[in-house]
């Protein structure tokens, strides 16, 4: 159980296009879902908290208008970056927690590697 | 200082061995701790969730907290190749907000 899938796995792109990411959770309702970023030989960096039927909660120094975030359903949330540019080369991983009850922890998507050229 | 302490390695042991992962945190407040185990190139996956002081077991993973030190372990025995990742500690306070913080990760090779 507590399956999240995450597509695409990796993406190649010229800079200055959009690329959408999407997370879903398989078999459980997510109400919330967290999109991270993991550059190489480092820890998981928490870039927003996305919450189903409202707007995502950005971490400092995360840009709302280049990072879109959309959670639309229980079982999906997407991450579109806008405007790609090389420095935004990096791992992307979503995560979502199960809702029964509280304290449920986080299970992890496999990850996108964005590359833009 | 950072939250969440944790030794990077790379941690080295042959086959079999009793592998002994750790993570210090400054936090009292962490109630509720996590060993993920992430693959390279792969999202990470989790191995143990426990919220009280002592130990749980699961095969043949251990996890031990002992709030009292803020101190946390994961123990491998009979380690496997297979076992060769990164493994990163996580906590965080509980509650309706759930943000979690991570160690940096220990990468592991277990030399067949």
């Known amino acids: 159980g507590a399956v999240v899938s995450q597509h695409p796995s990796w993406v190649i792109c010229k800079s200055g296009t959009s690329v959408k990411i999407e997370c879903r959770s398989l078999?459980?309702?997510?109400?919330?879902m967290f999109w991270y970023r993991q550059f190489p030989k480092q820890s998981l960096m928490l870039m927003a908290t996305?919450?189903?039927?409202?707007?995502?909660?950005?971490e400092q120094g995360v840009e709302k208008d280049k990072f879109l975030i959309n959670h639309a359903s229980l079982t999906l949330s997407t991450l579109t970056v806008t405007s790609a540019h090389p420095e935004d080369s990096s791992f992307y991983i979503c995560?979502?927690?199960?809702?029964?009850?509280?304290?449920?922890?986080?299970?992890f998507g496999d990850g996108t590697r964005l590359s833009i050229l | 200082q950072k939250e969440v302490e944790q030794d990077p390695g790379p941690l080295s042991v042959p086959e079999g061995a009793i592998v002994s992962l750790n993570c210090t945190y400054s936090?009292?407040?962490?109630?509720?701790f996590m060993w993920y185990r992430q693959y390279s190139r792969k999202g990470p996956e989790l191995l143990m969730y426990?919220?009280?002081?002592g130990n749980k077991e699961d095969g043949r993973f251990t996890a031990q907290v002992d709030k009292s030190s803020k101190y946390i372990s994961l123990f491998i025995r009979d380690s496997q190749p297979s076992d060769s990742a990164t493994y990163l500690c996580a906590m965080n306070t509980g509650g309706g907000y759930q943000k979690v913080t991570f160690g940096t990760g220990t990468k592991l090779q277990v030399i067949p």
């Open positions: 426990t919220y009280s002081s």
């Open positions: 078999d459980f309702q997510a109400t919330t």
């Open positions: 995560s979502a927690r199960e809702e029964k009850g509280n304290n449920q922890p986080q299970h």
């Open positions: 936090n009292s407040a962490f109630q509720y």
């Open positions: 996305s919450n189903e039927g409202s707007k995502a909660t950005y």
